[in-house]
T-cell receptor, first 113, second 112 residues
Framework: NAGVTQTPKFQVLKTGQSMTLQCAQDMNHEYMSWYRQDPGMGLRLIHY???????DQGEVPNGYNVSRSTTEDFPLRLLSAAPSQTSVYFC????????????FGPGTRLTVL | DQQVKQNSPSLSVQEGRISILNCDYT??????FLWYKKYPAEGPTFLIS?????DKNEDGRFTVFLNKSAKHLSLHIVPSQPGDSAVYFCAAINFGNEKLTFGTGTRLTIIP
């Protein structure tokens, strides 16, 4: 199993550009989520999904869109990138709702100029 | 509103000694607490957890203690090893809303 994979590893955008961060897991986990990590802020939940076709907002959802058309994939879309979205983004999955340990991907480092 | 707090941004400990990382929380509805370890340029990895109905959980060199009345938990690592140098995140979950809430992290450095 590859676990949780994320692409790209690094990305530089200009303000106003849009892009999609990809996340995939091959563990058949129901629950997937996106976090951003900023210095001094820990990891903050952006959006999450409890299964295909179901998504919900986390703590910091503004400026981001998600969809969950399959169990495996959970892409995060930046609609119009802003410098405040410069961060490291982590995707995670776990096998059940309210699950205990989450499995994290390696992260995507995004810089918005 | 920071519901999970790690008030020490960094901690240095001599190799072989005990490392104690602390975490405080404000939400009495949390059902489960977890510790994650993170190396640079990698995703966090699960380390150890504890249910809110317990006060201690041990796994090898790692022990987590929970004091519900004080809303405080701690991670003890003994003996500390150089490979333990990493950022440690405390996290808590309320099974009712299924969201994992993280603290801000403590950078642990083990001095050889």
């Amino acid at each position: 199993n590859a676990g949780v994979t994320q692409t790209p590893k690094f990305q530089v955008l200009k303000t106003g550009q849009s892009m999609t961060l990809q996340c995939a897991q091959d563990m058949n986990h129901e629950y997937m989520s996106w976090y951003r990590q900023d210095p001094g802020m820990g990891l903050r939940l952006i959006h999450y999904s409890v299964g295909a076709g179901i998504t919900d907002q986390g703590e910091v959802p503004n400026g981001y869109n998600v969809s969950r058309s399959t169990t495996e994939d959970f892409p995060l879309r930046l609609l119009s990138a802003a410098p405040s979205q410069t961060s490291v983004y982590f995707c995670a999955s776990n096998p059940r709702q309210g699950g205990n340990e989450q499995f994290f991907g390696p992260g995507t480092r995004l810089t918005v100029l | 509103d920071q519901q999970v707090k790690q008030n020490s941004p960094s901690l240095s400990v001599q190799e072989g000694r005990i490392s104690i990382l602390n975490c405080d929380y404000t939400n009495s509805m949390f059902d489960y607490f977890l510790w994650y370890k993170k190396y640079p340029a990698e995703g966090p990895t699960f380390l150890i957890s504890i249910s809110s109905i317990k006060d201690k959980n041990e796994d090898g060199r790692f022990t987590v203690f929970l004091n519900k009345s004080a809303k405080h938990l701690s991670l003890h690592i003994v003996p500390s090893q150089p490979g333990d140098s990493a950022v440690y995140f405390c996290a808590a979950i309320n099974f009712g809303n299924e969201k994992l809430t993280f603290g801000t992290g403590t950078r642990l450095t083990i001095i050889p």
